[in-house]
């Protein structure tokens, strides 16, 4: 399977904890974007990058959160003393240049205890 | 604010049933529009998209309809059948460089048998 992938799948952590997931986006789609999921709600937007360049920015994405693509290649999302209301499904998506839509992969749900 | 949202949290049909899910827009910007299918557990799906110089598009069993008018989407699936149970998002896209999609809050299909 060629598609996205995002490890890792499911993770617990104590509140106050760094994590750290990471996304393969597809071969050589250029862009790589990050959403978040709660439960119900639709993807929120997070933060795009076009090969190693992080272009935009949610107002979501705190100061406890960064994102990194750093050969343009993979990406990974920390964020840093999580809380309770970080938990959701931390999703990643990739598009081809010039494409409109993206292609996601299975997510990472984080739960904070 | 601009949103993308859908009219009704819910649908249930009939195996065999046409099945039809709305959104309205607020963004007359948008330069695309895409429906996504989402299972449990897993990230959102490409199913079909629509440009806005466009007012209809057909899939495979899927047509999308925009009407740019009443700023109104719609997803229309033919004899829809048990595997279509999911949540389906529509989200917008702002412009051709592949920047953030936006997505609304999600329909769910509920189809028995």
């Known amino acids: 399977d060629t598609g996205v992938s995002q490890d890792p799948r499911h993770k617990i952590t104590k509140r106050g904890q760094n994590v750290t997931f990471r996304c393969d986006p597809i071969s050589e789609h250029n862009r790589l974007y990050w959403y978040r999921q709660t439960l119900g709600q639709g993807p929120e937007f997070l933060t795009y990058f076009q090969n190693e360049a992080q272009l935009e920015k949610s107002r979501l994405l705190s100061d406890r959160f960064s994102a990194e693509r750093p050969k343009g290649s993979f990406s990974t999302l920390e964020i840093q003393r999580t809380e309770q209301g970080d938990s959701a499904m931390y999703l990643c998506a990739s598009s081809p240049g010039g494409a409109r839509g993206a292609f996601f992969g299975q997510g990472t749900r984080l739960t904070v205890v | 604010g601009e949103s993308v949202g859908l009219h009704l949290p819910t649908l249930s049909v009939q195996e065999g049933d046409n099945s039809i899910i709305n959104c309205a827009y607020s963004?007359?910007?948008?330069?695309?529009f895409i429906w996504y299918k989402q299972e449990s557990g897993k990230g959102p799906q490409f199913i079909i998209d629509i440009r806005s110089n466009m007012d209809k598009r057909q899939g495979q069993r899927v047509t999308v309809l925009l009407n740019k008018t009443v700023k109104h989407l719609s997803l229309q699936i033919a004899a829809t059948q048990p595997g279509d149970s999911a949540v389906y998002f529509c989200?917008?896209?702002?412009?051709?460089?592949?920047?953030?999609?936006?997505f609304g809050k999600g329909t769910t299909l509920s189809v028995s048998s």
């Open positions: 989200a917008e896209q702002r412009n051709q460089a592949g920047t953030a999609l936006i």
């Open positions: 963004n007359s910007a948008s330069d695309y």
